[in-house]
């Protein structure tokens, strides 16, 4: 299989010029000024084009809801998705708004979807309780893997030019954390969090649950793809192969919360040339999602108090990606405005 490109370090480059000459004193558009460079060498073009974001919500249901993790029943997962179906969830209306297509795939819910209009790429209906036993096995991990490359195929085929992965899972802050804590080696306190809002005694089961589940693992050596298939899930797996399929073909990746994250960890575990295409969007609420966003040498744009999920904190950044294109594209030049440039 092809490997996933380097930027584009001569548009890049041209872009960075482009913006000491913009009407305006040298990084006085802060990280918009940042973010025209950087997806002036993604799209491998000095002055990139406005984006056509495409958002596909990927669901799955997680045995670890056993342990009692979760602030709200698993079935909401199944329900949910039904809700994105017909419009009334909160990535419905920012989809909308952005102009973005929307496609749902399950990945691994746990009821019954085959009457809604979705992707149905079912790999198991819910994955195993990563507390005592491994959440798919390495075969489920690639399979799951597919479903989310062939999801960043069919969006690039339909001319995405910036990708989007949201998450529905009741549980999935639980594997999330699992991640991030054996990815980047921080400890269950600075990355657990209350997830759908778990009370204290909740919050204190949870990192439990966690540390058993990194504590099964301690001392074995695993790859990314055994990393995943132990810690993770059915539809973060997904969301771990669209990253990847995105990168190897060059589209730029904005990633969402803390779901997003502890995906486009497991991501770059399996291929760590992933790490130019990603792109931050926001920083969740969610306990450790800055430093996992940190791990991967991110920042993010801004902060809004989110911590729901589904691609929804991507999606309310977008506008910010697609004005940074516009102000590089549209502002005029020192030399063209005949404004003077600076003196001292
Ligand atoms: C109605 C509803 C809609 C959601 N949309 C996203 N999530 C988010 O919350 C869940 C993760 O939190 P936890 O690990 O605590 O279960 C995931 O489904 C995530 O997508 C939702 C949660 C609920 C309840
Ligand atoms: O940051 C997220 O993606 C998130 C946080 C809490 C609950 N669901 C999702």
């Known amino acids: 299989m092809p490997r996933i490109p380097a930027p584009n370090l001569s548009t890049r ?22 973010l025209a460079v950087t997806l002036a060498g993604l799209q491998g073009r000095d002055i990139p084009l406005p984006l056509s974001p495409a958002i596909t919500v990927f669901a799955g ?19 949910m998705v039904a809700n994105f179906v017909h419009g009334g969830a909160a990535i419905s209306v920012l989809a909308r708004a952005n102009q973005a297509r929307l496609e749902v795939v399950d990945a691994g819910v746990a009821s019954d979807l085959s009457t809604l209009p979705i992707v149905h790429a079912k790999v198991r209906a819910g994955s195993g309780n990563l507390r005592h036993e491994a959440a798919m096995t390495r075969q ?31 549980g999935n802050t639980t594997p999330s954390a699992a991640l991030i804590c054996r990815l980047t080696g921080h400890g269950v306190e600075a990355i657990v969090g209350r997830g759908t809002g778990v009370s204290d005694a909740g919050l204190a089961v949870k990192r439990q649950v966690v540390a058993d589940a990194l504590a099964r693992l ?12 132990e810690l ?14 995105g990168a190897r073909q060059g589209v730029p990746l904005l990633l969402d919360g803390f779901i997003s ?15 130019p ?68």
């Open 261 to 275: 994250t502890a995906a486009a960890l497991a991501a770059h575990a399996i291929d760590a040339d992933i790490a």
């Open 218 to 229: 301690a001392g074995q050596t695993l790859d990314g793809h055994g990393v995943l298939a």
């Open 140 to 170: 489920q991990a690639e399979a799951a893997l597919e479903v989310g490359r062939d999801a960043a195929r069919r969006a690039i085929a339909d001319g995405a030019t910036l990708l989007i992965a949201g998450d529905m899972g009741i």
């Open 13 to 34: 480059q041209a872009a960075e010029a482009r913006q000491q000459q913009l009407t305006k004193p040298a990084g006085s558009l802060g990280k918009l000024e940042q």
């Open 61 to 79: 249901d997680h045995g670890v809801c056993a342990e009692g993790v979760s602030a709200f029943p698993p079935e909401v997962t199944g329900a």
């Open 277 to 344: 295409w990603l792109l931050a969007s926001h920083c969740s609420q969610e306990t450790g999602h800055a430093l996992a966003l940190q791990a991967l040498g991110l920042s993010p744009l801004i902060d809004l108090g989110f911590r729901l999920g589904e691609g929804s904190g991507a999606a309310a950044a977008l506008p910010l990606l697609q004005q940074a294109i516009a102000l590089h594209a549209g502002m005029a030049t020192f030399a063209e405005a005949g404004v003077a440039g600076k003196s001292a």
């Open 232 to 245: 993770g899930g059915l539809e973060i797996a997904a969301m771990a192969g669209f990253y990847l399929e």
